[in-house]
């Protein structure tokens, strides 16, 4: 349920609601949009009914909402939203690249990787220092020496940092180095991480699982809502299909899909989609022409060296047309303002601490 203030509501009006609502055992989030606040309601249906909300001073309208998840909606939320990422905005209006190695594997490698992704467009580096691979035998990542690293990259390139969470124990260690948590797609249903995420002050990438409905998406979206972290990023990355020619299948509809369901960002991960170099160009084109609001691309020195995801990630010599796209499409298909600009090169960062690596 979602109560609408009108424009001459005070702040003691939606004191007042917030008051009820939680004496009635509810929760109450409130939105302050540019010409409205708006403050949903999480809890039992029938009690805020009878609490008579629509009658009480500064309330415009009480809406119920039909959709299972609520904070995520629309209909709680009616304007797109835009996420910022240690100052990078990703939203309505942005094209926002996240690029950098599936994993960290060596500070050479992570610079290397981070210093081609800038040159390439991007505003924020991936990287994972946690990685969780579908065979016990597989590199599962420097752990925090790899967040390490990529706090130290961060600091030498300006990029902020992206880098995925596995489990709710390492949350806070993970925080204390990226601007933001990815929740990847075997975890989309990892729902005590899902809450550790939604306690922490930091924004989250909320991967697709690969067998999941945009609708059990968006409930595990508000799985992390519901803990006060709206600063969300949904990110498609394929499913998982009867067709066996790519890792995954995108499901390009599911970019206009959630974002007219949610008031979140949705950005796309060609590079685990298609699972191939070669498809990762094309289907980053797919992503701009269908409205993505960004985009998330493993790119690696040496991919045939990689030690996760090799054959997905872009060297240098594709990153050409990555980033020629990345400028030339937006426009020719009605989108504007489209690139989201790097930052200065070099920019040191101050924001998060930068811990000294181990030689
Ligand atoms: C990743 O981005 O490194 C990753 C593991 O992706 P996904 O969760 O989409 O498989
Ligand atoms: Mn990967």
């Not at 939680?22 to 029938?46: M, W």
């Not at 609490?51 to 299972?68: F, K, Y």
């Not at 299909?241 to 008031?263: G, K, M």
């Amino acid at each position: 349920m979602v109560v609408v203030m009108d424009g001459g509501a005070t702040d003691k009006d939606v004191r007042a609601i917030v008051d009820l609502v939680q004496a009635a055992c509810g929760e109450a989030f409130v939105s302050r949009g540019l010409t409205r606040t708006i403050v949903g309601l999480v809890g039992d249906v029938d009690i805020f009914t009878s609490l008579n909300l629509r009658s009480r001073s500064g309330v415009a309208d009480v809406v119920r909402i039909s959709a299972p998840y609520k904070l995520v909606s629309r209909e709680h939320h009616p304007d797109r939203m835009t996420v910022t990422v240690g100052g990078v905005p990703i939203g309505p209006g942005t094209l926002t690249l996240i690029a950098g190695p599936c994993a960290v594997e060596t500070a050479e490698q992570t610079l290397s990787a981070a210093t081609m992704a800038r040159a390439a467009g991007a505003s924020l580096l991936r990287g994972g220092a946690f990685k969780p691979r579908t065979s016990p035998y597989a590199y599962q990542g420097l752990g925090e020496a790899g967040l390490k690293i990529l706090a130290d990259v961060s600091a030498e390139t300006g990029l902020p940092v992206v880098t995925e969470v596995i489990d709710p124990a390492s949350v806070e260690l993970v925080a204390a180095y990226a601007d933001m948590l990815q929740v990847g797609a075997r975890n989309m249903q990892n729902f005590a991480l899902l809450q550790a995420v939604g306690d922490a002050a930091r924004p989250v990438l909320l991967k697709r699982g690969m067998s999941a409905t945009i609708e059990e998406w968006l409930m595990a979206a508000e799985y992390i809502a519901k803990r006060g972290n709206l600063d969300l990023v949904l990110c498609e990355r394929g499913i998982r299909t009867f067709e066996p020619a790519t890792r995954n299948t995108l499901d390009i509809s599911a970019v206009p899909v959630a974002q007219r369901f949610s008031h979140l960002p949705v950005i796309v991960d060609p590079s685990h989609s298609g699972g191939r170099r070669d498809l990762v160009v094309p289907l980053a084109r797919a992503a701009i022409a269908v409205g993505a609001d960004g985009l998330i691309i493993d790119v690696h020195p040496k991919p045939n060296l990689a030690l996760c995801d090799g054959d997905q990630a872009l060297a240098e010599s594709d990153l050409r047309e990555l980033a020629e796209i990345m400028t030339a499409l937006p426009p020719l298909v009605g989108r504007t303002p489209t690139l989201v600009p790097g930052r200065p090169w070099p920019a040191r960062r101050s924001a998060i601490p930068v811990p000294v690596l181990p030689r």
